[in-house]
């Protein structure tokens, strides 16, 4: 699989072969992963890279994702959004002060946004709370406000001291105007 993930003519097969060598996990996946990530042509395969990625809490992984959303040009919002969701999952301390900014990011469908509000959630940090619940505040574009309350949803169901606070503020939001 290490070695189709780099061979296959067929973005589509190494996409699905990246998604499985992240749940294969072990350093021949991960390695593989990280060298596909880099190189592959095609957004969508580096977006599963991405993805797949977030499954290794480890440095190696969480400075190749930096790396990734440092650049200027950085491919598609969907490949940037999973690199955001990606990095907050391989909890990393650097993750925090690296995601918050890109919740005001704009792009589109507010991928980019809602994969930072969807990385904090998977740092598992209670610090993020207050960060979150003022995302799903009115004012706030309504792909947004929806992407940090399906993040506090993740943080409440994954930290407990967070819980209370959570349930009350997506009660709150139910009384809310707006489709989303």
Same mark, same amino acid.
């Given at each position: 699989a290490s070695a189709a993930v780099h061979a296959h003519p067929q973005w589509l097969v190494r996409d699905h072969i990246a998604g499985q060598l992240g749940k294969r996990g072990g350093d021949t996946a991960r390695d593989a992963l990280l060298a596909r990530f880099a190189a592959d042509d095609d957004p969508r395969v580096r977006r599963a890279c991405a993805d797949a990625l977030g499954a290794f809490k480890e440095s190696v992984v969480a400075d190749a994702l930096i790396a990734? %959303?440092?650049?200027? $040009?950085?491919? !598609? &919002?969907? =490949?940037?959004? #999973? #690199?955001?969701? +990606?990095?907050?999952? !391989?909890?990393?301390?650097? @993750?925090?002060? /690296?995601?918050? &900014?890109? =919740? $005001?990011?704009? +792009?589109?469908? $507010? =991928? %980019?946004?809602?994969?930072?509000?969807?990385?904090? @959630?998977?740092?598992?940090?209670?610090?993020?709370?207050? !960060? =979150? /619940?003022?995302?799903?505040? &009115?004012g706030h574009r309504p792909r947004v406000r929806a992407g940090a309350a399906a993040a506090l949803a993740t943080l409440g169901d994954r930290v407990a001291a967070t819980r209370t606070a959570v349930v009350d503020r997506l009660i709150e939001m139910l009384r809310e105007p707006g489709f989303r």
């Amino acid at each position: 699989a290490s070695a189709a993930v780099h061979a296959h003519p067929q973005w589509l097969v190494r996409d699905h072969i990246a998604g499985q060598l992240g749940k294969r996990g072990g350093d021949t996946a991960r390695d593989a992963l990280l060298a596909r990530f880099a190189a592959d042509d095609d957004p969508r395969v580096r977006r599963a890279c991405a993805d797949a990625l977030g499954a290794f809490k480890e440095s190696v992984v969480a400075d190749a994702l930096i790396a990734e %959303i440092g650049q200027a $040009d950085f491919g !598609t &919002p969907h =490949l940037r959004g #999973a #690199a955001l969701r +990606s990095l907050g999952r !391989t909890q990393d301390p650097r @993750a925090v002060a /690296i995601l918050t &900014p890109h =919740l $005001d990011v704009e +792009s589109w469908g $507010d =991928l %980019i946004a809602g994969g930072a509000a969807k990385g904090l @959630a998977a740092t598992d940090n209670a610090d993020v709370l207050d !960060t =979150l /619940i003022a995302r799903t505040q &009115p004012g706030h574009r309504p792909r947004v406000r929806a992407g940090a309350a399906a993040a506090l949803a993740t943080l409440g169901d994954r930290v407990a001291a967070t819980r209370t606070a959570v349930v009350d503020r997506l009660i709150e939001m139910l009384r809310e105007p707006g489709f989303r």
